[in-house]
């Protein structure tokens, strides 16, 4: 079974601290996809970023990072800098190769970022 | 614009009526998703589409129901056996073709409350 686990519930900062998402996922696919989304207090779920799990490539967009390591089967996030705007809850997905390519979510992580 | 509706953006229900939530994309994505959100925890799905006149039961199919008649729309169906509909709502389409490489666009939900 597939299974996605962001232990932190909710996370504060100052404005401009670096700070750090943690997903930790269970598959037992060789084949598999990770995704963060991004969703504002509008409700939309706003895609950031997708990874294959052949590539362990760490990938940086902008104040953006995302650290891939398949030994410890985790893919957490980073935003260097904080602002008030990422204030957020983001969440951490998982796909596999199945009949229905389904998302499987983490419980989300709130981040408030205060002025 | 491409993108995702969802209509209405909040719904009350009273206990023991049916009520149906709209979703339409004109993005020409050939899968589409419901997923149901409650508070603190992450997504989960309800029904999936991948051609239209053709869908599958989710991990939380009970006491709803959808169809596919067009590629554009897939609206879902709360009924009166949904013991907790009170919930956030979500549909999303995956790009053309389905595939667990491809991200899941989302629309900006319907908040249900049932009276």
């Known amino acids: 079974a597939q299974k996605v686990t962001q232990a932190q519930t909710e996370i504060s900062v100052v404005e401009k601290e670096d700070v750090t998402l943690d997903c930790v996922y269970e598959?037992?696919?060789?084949?598999?996809?990770l995704f963060w989304y991004k969703q504002p207090p509008s409700g939309e779920l706003v895609f950031l970023i997708r990874?294959?799990?052949?590539?362990?490539q760490n990938e940086i967009s902008g104040r953006y990072s995302w650290n891939f390591q398949k030994s410890t089967s985790s893919f957490n996030f980073t935003i260097t800098a904080s602002q008030v705007v990422d204030s957020a809850v983001y969440f951490c997905?998982?796909?596999?190769?199945?009949?229905?390519?389904?998302?499987?979510f983490g419980s989300g992580t709130r981040l408030l970022v205060r002025p | 614009d491409g993108g995702i509706t969802q209509s209405p953006k909040y719904l009350f229900r009273k206990e023991g009526q049916n009520v149906t939530l709209s979703c339409e994309q004109n993005?020409?994505?050939?899968?589409m998703y419901w997923y149901r959100q409650d508070p603190g925890q992450g997504l989960r799905l309800i029904y999936y589409?991948?051609?239209?006149?053709?869908?599958q039961k989710g991990d939380i199919a009970e006491g709803y129901s959808v169809s596919r008649e067009k590629k554009e729309s897939f609206p879902l169906t709360v009924t009166s056996a949904q013991k907790n509909p009170t919930a956030f709502y979500l549909c999303?389409?995956?790009?053309?073709?389905?595939?667990?490489?491809?991200?899941?666009?989302f629309g900006p939900g319907t908040r249900l409350t049932v009276l």
């Open positions: 999303a389409s995956s790009s053309p073709g389905t595939s667990a490489y491809n991200e899941q666009f």
């Open positions: 598959t037992r696919d060789t084949t598999y996809y």
């Open positions: 990874r294959n799990s052949f590539d362990e």
């Open positions: 997905a998982l796909s596999v190769m199945d009949s229905s390519y389904k998302l499987i």
């Open positions: 993005l020409n994505h050939d899968a």
């Open positions: 589409s991948q051609i239209v006149n053709d869908f």
